[in-house]
């Protein structure tokens, strides 16, 4: 069974729309490195082939568009070659942020519906889009935390850019955002209901699509804007929005300080004790990522913000806390993980900074980005 699903799209206008569909629904469309060279295979086809106007990205099944990476053969791998650098690990993440970025910089709109699960890698695939729908269905995070990684697949960049403290509290806590989270937030653009996809699909083929990219995002923006003011479903409250300043509040300071509010937090607000108990339960190492990421990605390029996560998620694999933090949660499931520096304190500068180090000491191989 093929894992990607590609057709094409006729419209009135003569162009077609490019169409991929992740089609993995037992493992929620997670995607492995077969799916990630299809993909990039046949976008790369699209963007250089002028019939096609627009590209549409979406999951199989109503359950999730993608919940994440294949960590499970990264983790299985690894087991291979303890505390080293596994071949296998560098070329998943070298070819997934290589396909983020491909979206990212992709020219012609690229449609992304974001209907139920979108997380990790398939939320790095969402931001590179140019218009991201997301639904009442819709559960989006960067749960990270939870297997001893950090928010990767650009999340330096896009993060780093959120209201306030809001980027390093969704790296540390791993929330789920919902559809008006997603609009708060900027990792929608759009919200439709889940039952609107006919009606997008319709209104997709019947633009007047040309050959400027930028009047075609236009027209799409346009289109969708139309769809959401006349769709029966609505976003709703957004919780981030309502306690931005309080999340700001938890986030201020350094690491050792904001563990320590989040360690005495009390409060009504049962998200929010959620979202307490899955950072103090996380790995020590992925808040320290998480911190140092909030800081340094404000100042880099996207370009620059892929190249720097290879290399961590490279470290994390061969002597952080991902092995671990995947065998407890998704190998054996036993949901307790022994950390490398225990639960409940920040790990030594010196862990970190080997977590941080370069292992590219010539050439990187995102060079060229």
């Not at 077609?16 to 799916?35: E, H």
């Not at 979406?58 to 960590?71: H, L, P, Q």
């Not at 990421?293 to 880099?300: C, F, Y």
């Not at 900074?353 to 050439?363: G, I, V, Y």
């Amino acid at each position: 069974m093929e894992q990607v699903l590609f057709n094409t799209l006729e419209t009135a206008s003569g162009k077609q729309i490019g169409v991929a569909t992740l089609n993995a629904q037992k493992s929620l469309n997670a995607l492995n490195l077969p799916m990630v060279r299809a993909l990039t295979k046949q976008l790369q086809r699209w963007q250089q082939d002028g019939h096609i106007a627009a590209i549409m990205l979406e999951g199989c099944g109503d359950k999730a568009f993608c919940a994440g990476g294949d960590v499970r053969a990264l983790y299985q791998a690894q087991q291979q070659n303890p505390g080293g650098f596994t071949p296998e690990a560098r070329v998943f993440f070298e070819e997934e942020y290589r396909l983020d970025y491909l979206l990212h910089t992709f020219g012609k709109p690229v449609l992304l519906w974001g209907d139920g699960i979108v997380m990790g890698g398939g939320l790095g695939l969402m931001m590179g889009a140019s218009h991201r729908i997301v639904t009442e269905r819709s559960r989006i995070a960067m749960p990270e935390v939870t297997i001893g990684l950090y928010p990767d697949v650009g999340g330096s960049y896009f993060l780093g850019r959120l209201p306030g403290k809001m980027g390093l509290f969704l790296g540390l806590t791993a929330y789920n955002l919902n559809g008006a989270d997603a609009r708060y937030c900027g990792f929608a653009n759009h919200f439709l209901g889940s039952a609107d996809k006919a009606r997008l699909l319709d209104a997709m083929t019947i633009l007047n699509w040309g050959d400027n990219h930028t009047l075609n995002h236009q027209k799409l923006h346009d289109a969708l804007t139309m769809l959401e003011a006349n769709s029966s479903e609505h976003p709703g409250h957004s919780q981030l929005k309502s306690h931005q300043s309080l999340i700001d509040e938890l986030m201020s300071g350094e690491l050792a300080q904001i563990l320590e509010k989040m360690q005495g937090l009390s409060s009504e607000h049962s998200w929010l004790l959620k979202t307490r108990d899955t950072m103090l339960n996380g790995s020590p190492l992925s808040w320290a990522l998480a911190w140092e990421q909030a800081s340094l990605g404000r100042s880099l390029s996207l370009a620059d913000c892929f190249r720097m996560e290879l290399g961590w998620s490279l470290n994390c694999c061969a002597f952080g806390d991902f092995c671990e933090g995947v065998r407890a949660l998704l190998v054996d499931k036993d949901r307790s993980p022994q950390w490398r520096y225990g639960k409940g304190s920040v790990p030594p500068q010196e862990a970190v900074n080997a977590l941080l180090a370069d292992p590219f000491p010539e050439e990187h191989p995102l060079a060229d980005l």
